[in-house]
T-cell receptor, first 115, second 114 residues
């Protein structure tokens, strides 16, 4: 299966700053990636579908101007949390789609803490 | 609309005992089904999947699951629990509309008692 690298694994920053999270598909060219958010002791919540070379598709209730997604190449998608506030603190996970009826492959997640 | 139900948010078993984690789905067409495990502060690791073919699926770490269409279930089992199996387990159904999206269950936290 695809190997997915997510960076950074952990970040702490001040309120009002922007934070970029990278998701790399190391051995597969991925036209589709997903970004999830996970609150403590809860399941994953899909935020958006990242499409290579086109705009991301956001789920209902997710602010696209707050969570900027860029999928400029077949191996890299980035999620930028703009003007982050404490309520944006969470665990963010990306995944890579490798094909029809194939499982998603997940990164190790990024723990974001906004002070 | 599709949905996934995982009965039991917490399951405790003794080391060496049978592990049974339940997953039921609702879908108008047979979906693709997956089980993932998540350890603290990590992403999700695929345990096994069902797409087509044999309904009893074997995965990693001694886990297996059986797809039962009549019961719309895909329960995860392991004959003998190990301490290292303590983790969060998620059942997921793929969206059959072709978007590749998953519908996740709420998760089951497995605790293994010594």
């Amino acid at each position: 299966g695809a190997v997915v690298s997510q960076h950074p694994s952990w970040v702490i920053c001040k309120s009002g700053t922007s934070v970029k999270i990278e998701c790399r598909s190391l051995d597969f060219q991925a036209t589709t990636m997903f970004w999830y958010r996970q609150f403590p002791k809860q399941s994953l919540m899909l935020m958006a579908t990242s499409n290579e070379g086109s705009k991301a598709t956001y789920e209902q209730g997710v602010e696209k101007d707050k969570f900027l997604i860029n999928h400029a190449s077949l191996t890299l998608s980035t999620l930028t949390v703009t003007s982050a506030h404490p309520e944006d603190s969470s665990f963010y996970i990306c995944s890579v789609v490798t094909g029809h009826n194939q499982p998603q492959h997940f990164g190790d997640g990024t723990r974001l803490s906004i002070l | 609309a599709q949905s996934v139900t995982q009965l039991g948010s917490h399951v405790s078993v003794s080391e060496g005992a049978l592990v049974l984690l339940r997953c039921n789905y609702s879908s108008s067409v047979p979906p693709y089904l997956f089980w993932y495990v998540q350890y603290p502060n990590q992403g999700l690791q695929l345990l096994l999947k069902y797409t087509t073919g044999a309904t009893l699926v074997k995965g990693i770490n001694g886990f297996e699951a059986e797809f039962k269409k009549s019961e719309t279930s895909f329960h995860l089992t392991k004959p003998s629990a190990h301490m290292s199996d303590a983790a969060e387990y998620f059942c997921a159904v793929s969206d059959t509309s072709g978007t590749y999206k998953y519908i996740f269950g709420t998760g089951t936290r497995l605790k293994v008692l010594a």
